[in-house]
């Protein structure tokens, strides 16, 4: 019926040394395109779910599959954003865009072209000459998106990437992120905090309950691409957040 | 514009108070005992009068503590890398390149000569244990401080060991590195001249600023041995006014250290 599925999770379970369960029994399956928001109280291992997947870390058991590989042989495909900008204070925008490129051999021609493109993506063009600490909060972490999408990924892991900045700054990257996408059709699995951010960017929330990590449920978010401010203003968006809030507000109390 | 002035103008001020005190001091003691503090002019004039002499010594103790220091600035290098390999390492080898900085120089300085002969190879042997200290620390220190956040970027990268510590721990570790060079750069001329006193040799017109000291001591000739004094004090400045540049070079474009608060 479908094609079958970029990223799958069978029965996925996950603990650290002789720790405690952190993941256990997760299973679902993500379709190319599909931009996912994971969330849930602390501890519920959404950020450990996403190390899985970039095969930073191996799985204890079941099966992990992307694009019918092993995480490990997929790593080409996957990029990362991570919580913090990750930036190199000593390399200027452009060349840290590169950095990734850099490590696999790629030309200087061919990187310079890339970085280009993709700080015209992120509206840093004009900034690919200065260095890290000349930069506000959101351009870091604009110049952090741009030198994951510098690799050409198939799939975007974002780990709570805009959590530490203002809320105009946050719900503006948002729509350049959704903007991006619409011109490089990576999938997307996004790990936040904030109902609000998770409808407004995903098509599929994942709410997560913790001790350990399961997948309690899942909601659609049938909201049309592309969304705008108008999207935010709209009733059916606030009816989301208000019916998401309260489930994970319910998950939440039930493991308390 | 008030800033930049004050800037020269303050230390031309703290120098003119010095001199002047310097010049009181002088006056103020009996005639008998004035050569325990010379004028300001008397080593003026002494300095003038023995420039050739000065400049030669000067050039001498210049080669010696550059080879000391460029030596290790190779060796602290190297050690550096070695010692951040593993605590096992550190722990192994720390204890011996203390006791190495621990013993004082004059109780080295024979045994160099011994191994070395007199002259400039003792010189630069001392100069090199001297500064070697506080370059293999400061840099091994630099080595394994690496942000952890960005070493699991380069391991999400795959990138090799060899990348990762040329594109990643070399790089974070040159500010730590540069504070080692700066403590490098103001032992090394002083471990030159005391190197030159105790195993310094004037063969070949080979004597140092350290061993000129030692001769107008000998001949009375305080003024002269002032002049000595300012003379180790320019080159210390040169040595110092040097790596401070390099710095700069290194580190201005992105170091938070060298960002302005003024704005």
Redesign the interface.
Known sequence: MSAPPIVEFRAVAKRFGEGPLVLDGVSFGAQRGDFVSIIGPSGCGKSTLLRLLAGLSPITAGELRVEGRTPEAAATDIAFVFQEPTLLPWLNVAHNVEIPQKLRGVPATERSATSHRVLDLVRLGEKARAYPRQLSGGQKMRVSIARALALAPKILLLDEPFGALDEMTRERLNEELLAIRQQEAWTAFFVTHSVAEAVFLSNRILVMSANPGRLHTEIAVPLPYPRTLETRLSPAFHELVARTSRLLRSVADGAA | MLRTFLKIFLPAVTGAVVVAIWFGVNAGLSSDRRFLLPSPTAVLNAFIEHRATLAHAAWNTSQGALLGFGLAIAVSALTSYLLSLSPLVRSSLYPFLMALQLTPLPILAPICVIWVGAGLKSVALLTFVIAFFPLVVNTTQGLIST?R??V????????SRW?QFM??RV??A?PYFFTGLRIAATLAPIGAVVADMNAGSSAGDGGGLGFQAVIFSSQAKYPALFATAAATCILGFIFNAVVLALAWFALH????SY?RTDK
Request: aromatic share 14%.
């Open positions: 942000d956040n960005l699991e970027l380069f391991g999400l990268y795959r990138a990348n594109h990643l790089p974070a040159l474009h992105w170091h938070d960002e």
